[in-house]
């Protein structure tokens, strides 16, 4: 079992900055690629960006691409999302997932190919 505690959510002006992290307990991450999705009210939980297992491999959605980075630390149990030049259409609730095999297919782009989930931090924009 894997439990995931995402942090680091809270209220930031337009253009600004934020660090989410995502701290594991249970078994080493190191078997698992990881990811970040979000869900704003009344909408689905979308994907936001994954990593792989060792971290060599990352991908973003088009909406994010070039302002946020995803990376991991393995060692430490923790992935973490650098959020910059954010936008009030990034305010959502974080969640973030640990999986295997998902770079098969893209099967990151789906929540339902994720086997451990966090329980989210909010994360708001004011513009």
């Known amino acids: 079992q894997v439990q995931l505690v995402e942090s680091g959510g809270g209220l930031v002006q337009a253009g600004g900055s934020l660090r989410l992290s995502c701290a594991a307990s249970?078994?080493?991450?190191?078997?698992?690629?990881m990811s970040w999705f979000r869900q704003a009210p009344g909408n689905e939980r979308e994907f936001v960006s994954t990593?792989?297992?060792?971290?060599?491999?990352?991908y973003y959605a088009d909406s994010v691409k070039g302002r946020f980075t995803i990376s991991r630390d393995d060692a430490k149990r923790t992935m973490y999302l650098q959020m910059n030049y954010v936008k009030p259409e990034d305010t959502a609730v974080y969640y973030c997932?640990?999986?295997?095999?998902?770079?098969?297919?893209?099967?990151?782009?789906?929540?339902?190919?994720?086997?451990?989930w966090g329980q989210g931090t909010q994360v708001t924009v004011s513009s």
């Open positions: 990593i792989s297992r060792g971290g060599g491999v990352e």
């Open positions: 997932a640990a999986g295997v095999d998902l770079l098969l297919g893209s099967a990151y782009q789906r929540p339902g190919e994720y086997e451990y």
């Open positions: 249970g078994h080493s991450l190191r078997k698992f690629g």
